[in-house]
């Protein structure tokens, strides 16, 4: 079964120190990964994807994401938190098959940035 | 470009009732996708259509349904609430002209369903 994995619930840094955000998949084929912010009452946000390519994928915000093809991983990253940066953060890989797509979500990781 | 945008923003329903949101693509969007978010199970993906055609659909009991419109609006119709369908229900659209593209999905805001 195809799967995306956030192992932390959530991340706790302070302002100006880097940030990493963890991801695991499991897919058939190659990966089609996407990562998306949500804020309080709000939908999703696209920050950034990896089609293929480079394996740093950069990204809004000041964003990038590090593809991992021997770990499985996809974890983003920021040089320099920002309290503005909190929020609820969702890793996703694209499923498709003969009929259509889907995105597949983890579970989500709470990021806190501490001023 | 507007983004997607979902209608209402808001509802509050009883057990039993049926309800029906409405979701507006981006312009020049054909795809159309909707996705259930709760607490307990995070995002979960309900269906896709694209031309006025379900695509794809996720493990959701038949009282999910949808439709897609010509100009590629999408509602989604829930019958005989339950309580456990209270959740924020995601609408994304993307260019998604075939089923293996690579295109984005932008979301919308959300409809939050509140079944009493």
């Known amino acids: 079964a195809q799967s995306v994995a956030q192992p932390e619930d959530q991340v706790n840094v302070a302002e100006g120190n880097p940030l990493t955000v963890k991801c695991t998949y499991s897919v058939s084929g190659n990966p089609y990964l996407f990562w998306y912010v949500q804020y309080p009452n709000r939908g999703l946000q696209f920050l950034l994807k990896?089609?293929?390519?480079?394996?740093l994928v950069k990204g809004s915000y000041g964003f990038e994401a590090e593809f991992n093809k021997s770990q499985t991983s996809f974890h983003l990253k920021k040089p320099s938190a920002l309290v503005s940066d909190s929020a609820l953060y969702f890793c996703a890989v694209r499923v498709t098959n003969q009929a259509g797509t889907a995105l597949i979500f983890g579970k989500g990781t709470t990021l806190s940035v501490s001023s | 470009k507007a983004g997607v945008t979902q209608t209402p923003r808001y509802l509050i329903k009883t057990r039993g009732q049926q309800v029906t949101l409405s979701c507006s693509p981006i312009?020049?969007?054909?795809?159309v996708s909707w996705y259930q978010q709760t607490p307990g199970q995070g995002l979960q993906f309900l269906f896709e259509?694209?031309?006025?055609?379900?695509?794809n659909k996720g493990n959701f009991p038949g009282r999910f349904s949808g439709r897609q419109f010509s100009n590629s609006r999408s509602e989604m119709n829930v019958s005989t609430l339950e309580l456990g369908d209270s959740a924020l229900y995601l609408c994304?659209?993307?260019?998604?002209?075939?089923?293996?593209?690579?295109?984005?999905?932008?979301f919308g805001p959300g409809t939050r369903l509140t079944v009493l």
């Open positions: 990896y089609i293929t390519g480079d394996n």
């Open positions: 994304a659209s993307s260019l998604a002209g075939t089923p293996t593209s690579t295109d984005t999905q932008y």
């Open positions: 259509y694209f031309s006025e055609t379900q695509r």
């Open positions: 312009s020049g969007h054909r795809s």
